[in-house]
């Protein structure tokens, strides 16, 4: 296991364990998408959808962009998960006409791991010094600019 607090490499040694531990979080949170596809047996494209759905609701139209599908295939995409018990549609806030699709409670029962990535990262962070947390915070914005201005995030 790699170690921060006793590290007694020089700054390329460091780096290079930062860099190692940062490449490791995300997949860490990513595996919701394999772990639908194994708790319900879902295909990989329905899986991805709720990894989706998972971040934020969606009108159909958002999510058949994203997944690159066709409306009518969004629309058979959702009829499954919705007859599984893993969405739901529900009328748009704002423009009654539109609908969003949910994820429900079943489904989010499922995001255990990823939870549990959030809850480790916040207790992280609460237990980190003032100092310790400037420095993160500095070079994570750093971070965080470098990727949105190559595309890779929206801010």
Do not use: C
């Amino acid at each position: 296991m790699l170690q921060f607090t006793q590290m007694k490499q020089g700054l390329p040694e460091k780096k290079e364990v930062v860099a190692a531990w940062l490449n490791r979080i995300p997949a860490a949170g990513v595996g919701i998408a394999v772990d639908y596809q194994q708790s319900y047996g879902l295909s990989y494209v329905d899986a991805k959808a709720l990894e989706l759905l998972y971040s934020a609701p969606m009108g159909p139209r958002q999510l058949a962009e994203k997944l690159q599908m066709s409306p009518a295939g969004i629309t058979k995409l959702v009829d499954r998960l919705e007859r599984r018990g893993l969405v739901q549609r529900r009328r748009h806030p704002v423009d009654r006409r539109r609908s969003m699709v949910l994820i429900t409670d079943k489904a989010l029962g499922s995001s255990f791991q990823r939870q549990q990535v959030r809850d480790l990262i916040d207790k992280a962070v609460g237990d980190a010094t003032e100092n310790q947390l400037e420095v993160l915070y500095a070079f994570l914005e750093g971070l965080g600019q470098e990727l949105e201005s190559e595309g890779l995030i929206k801010a």
